[in-house]
């Protein structure tokens, strides 16, 4: 193995990665814009009520599976109330918000709350999580 305080080790140009002619590099990835909200609070009603579902399912059912829905679904409606309607930037608002909330009592972070939130908007959506396709393309 080489050692990285050794003369002949190379470390790799991560910024020139998939720059060689001859590489597939991947297309980035679209940004994805939900429809101007109609009304942000029974948006955030049907999001809180379906990320509770999807917590109590994945792990144990417990109460404070209600308390994280709750707050996330807060950060959601406040993000659509503030005309926020890029779901990248509202995923990073729940991420950002929620590592303020104590998990502690909890199999869940921050990180799977804002990415079950996303998963839940592409499904309602009806984008396929994996790839990006859209069910009505």
């Known amino acids: 193995m080489s050692d990285p305080t050794d003369s002949n080790f190379i470390n790799p ?24 909200p109609e009304d942000p609070i029974k948006e955030g009603q049907w999001l809180q009520a379906r990320l509770h579902e999807w917590l109590d399912a994945e792990f144990l059912p417990e ?16 993000q659509r109330m503030e005309s926020e309607n890029n779901l990248n930037a509202l995923v990073l608002a729940i ?30 959506l009806g984008i396929e999580r994996c790839c990006g396709n859209s069910d009505q393309a």
């Not at 109460?63 to 406040?78: G, K, M, P, T, Y």
């Not at 990415?115 to 309602?124: E, F, I, K, P, Q």
């Open 95 to 124: 991420l950002t918000e929620m590592q303020g909330y104590d998990f502690s009592k909890s199999f869940y972070s921050e990180f799977a709350v804002a990415n079950a939130v996303g998963d839940l908007l592409l499904d309602s």
């Open 13 to 36: 140009d991560l910024s020139s990665a998939g720059s060689k002619p001859n590489s597939t590099s991947p297309e980035p990835i679209e940004s994805i814009e939900l429809p101007p």
């Open 63 to 78: 109460i404070i599976n209600e308390h994280i829905a709750a707050r996330a679904s807060q950060v959601f409606v406040r």
